[in-house]
């Protein structure tokens, strides 16, 4: 079964489940609680690596737990995700989410929405080879595209 079919506690797939969810009636008891208790609102989220190999880690996010691995360019099995992969994967996730959330709760049709992220790094750093290498990555870059449904009239 495919992560997009998991079925959940009310028996239909989590996509459909939430694709019947009426945003603005599930988020109004939200809104009024943080209007009434500020700190509410504000919430920490917390991630934890542990060491599996030198070259893997496990990253316990508390709800699920992840596989990392060093990236084949420095010496990782090439076979799963390194750290640079789950960072722009969370960055993606974290903006197609809030986009469609905020068109859901404003009314906006949205026919499908893609969100890709890039970042560029040096692998020198990661191998200490070169002094002047910057650990870590050197770049982000971000786009969206959002296709409108195309209405009935235009058919």
């Not at 990661?126 to 990555?137: D, E, I, K, N, Q």
């Amino acid at each position: 079964m495919s992560s997009k079919a998991r079925l959940t506690g009310t028996g239909l797939p989590t996509q459909q489940r939430e694709a019947t969810v009426n945003l603005r009636e599930v988020q109004a008891p939200l809104k009024e609680r943080y209007k009434q208790e500020p700190d509410a609102a504000r919430i920490t989220l917390r991630a934890e690596a542990t060491q599996d190999t030198p070259v893997s880690c496990s990253v316990d996010l508390g709800r699920a737990t992840y596989a990392a691995q060093a990236h084949a360019g420095v010496g990782g099995a090439g076979t799963g995700a390194c750290s640079g992969d789950l960072l722009l994967g969370a960055l993606s996730a974290c903006a197609q989410i809030t986009c469609q959330m905020v068109a859901a709760a404003a009314g906006i049709p949205v026919g499908s929405l893609h969100v890709a992220v890039e970042g560029d790094l040096d692998l020198r750093g990661t191998l200490v080879y070169l002094a002047t290498s910057r650990l870590g990555s050197n770049a982000f870059a971000y786009g969206s595209k959002l296709m409108h449904p195309i209405p009935m009239s235009a058919r």
